[in-house]
Every structure is written in C-alpha cells, then in structure tokens.
T-cell receptor, first 114, second 112 residues
C-alpha cells in the first residue's frame, strides 16, 4: 500500500499517560497535516508541516500536544498527560503543493482515554 | 471567521431520486471549495473540487459566490453513493497552504 500510513490504528490509554502516534506520508509529498475528528464532527485542523518545518498550529493544539517531522518524511504527534477530552480519531494527510492540491488521508488512529 | 456549514446531518433518498447535499461557507477572500467523501470502512478521499469543474461519479457542484454556497448534486442516486460527505474549503493563491476547514458532514443514505 503506497498510501498514507498511520500507526497504531487504535490506542487505549489511562488518563495522565503520554501517547505518541506516527504518520508515514506518501513518499514524494512534502506537506503533512494532522487533524482531529470527534464523533459527529468533521475533521479539525491541528497542524501542518512543509518538509521538516512546522508552519502552522491551531489554537486547538494545547501545550500538551507536540508534533515533529524531523527529516521531512514521517511525523509523530505526542500527547502528554492525556485527558478524557483527547479521545478522538487523529487523522494524518499529505499532499504535494499545487494550486487546488488534493489531500490524501490515512486511516487514522483512534485514541480512547479512560 | 472561516466556517463551513452543512445543515443536514442525514439525507435519506430512494435509489434513482435526485440528491442535493447543501454546503454554505464563510470566508474573507476567494476560497477553494472541495467535497470529500468517506465510504464505509474506507479513508476520507477527495470527490471533487470546484476549480476542476469536473463531474465525478455523476456528482457536480457549482460555486455560488453570491450565496456563498457549494451544493453537491446528482440527478439519480445509486445505492453505492451511501456515505459520509464533507464540504471543505481552503485559501487560494498565496493563502493556499492546503489546510482544509471542514463542515460537520452529511450522511447520505440511498435506499433500494
């Protein structure tokens, strides 16, 4: 499968624990996005990278959230001291920058905080 | 404020009936508009974008700047069209970072 890959598919954790998700974009795509989706809502933008540079962060992204893309390839999203409100589907997408570019989404990581 | 509104959570039609999924937006500038679709147990994927002016799987969408709308239409619904549909916008030109703002989504249910 040459699409966007996300791991793990599911993560169950206890409140207060740290979690890390990984996203592997399509290889030639230099833009990478993280979104969060809760039940009954559309995806909400969290942050995006162009190559290794993090160019924009949403105000939704509290200090407990950090994202990296160290070599401009895969990216990680870490949530520290998880809260029950962090339970959501975390989606990654990648694209190649053209006008009207198309985002390719991964299958997501479903996080449940108990 | 940048916002996309899809007023219907669920739209249920019979096979062969026309479909119109509503989308209204608020954006200061000239946005790019998209429809994304998620079929059962599949990933979110692009259905169409307004700049392409294309018809995908029989769906079309016209950008109405006066009404700030981008409704998705299909003259004859098929059962395989049953899915979740999201309207989304991004900036254009130098404002185009590729970042999308999504609506809440509309579930289309096509009954046999």
């Amino acid at each position: 499968d040459t699409g966007v890959s996300q791991n793990p598919r599911h993560k169950i954790t206890k409140r207060g624990q740290n979690v890390t998700f990984r996203c592997d974009p399509i290889s030639e795509h230099n833009r990478l996005y993280w979104y969060r989706q809760t039940l009954g809502q559309g995806p909400e933008f969290l942050t995006y990278f162009q190559n290794e540079a993090q160019l924009e962060k949403s105000r939704l992204l509290s200090d407990r959230f950090s994202a990296e893309r160290p070599k401009g390839s895969f990216s990680t999203l870490e949530i520290q001291r998880t809260e029950q409100g962090d339970s959501a589907m975390y989606l990654c997408a990648s694209s190649f920058p053209l006008i009207g570019e198309k985002l390719f989404f991964g299958s997501g990581t479903q996080l449940s905080v108990l | 404020a940048q916002r996309v509104t899809q007023p219907e959570k669920l739209l249920s039609v019979f096979k062969g009936a026309p479909v119109e999924l509503k989308c209204n937006y608020s954006y200061s500038g000239s946005p790019e508009l998209f429809w994304y679709v998620q079929y059962s147990r599949q990933r979110l994927q692009l259905l169409l974008r307004h700049i392409s002016r294309e018809s995908i799987k029989g769906f079309t969408a016209d950008l109405n700047k006066g009404e700030t709308s981008f409704h998705l239409k299909k003259p004859f619904a098929q059962e395989e069209d049953s899915a979740m549909y999201y309207c989304a916008l991004s900036g254009s030109g130098s404002s185009n970072t590729g970042k999308l703002i999504f609506g809440q989504g509309t579930t289309l249910q096509v009954k046999p």
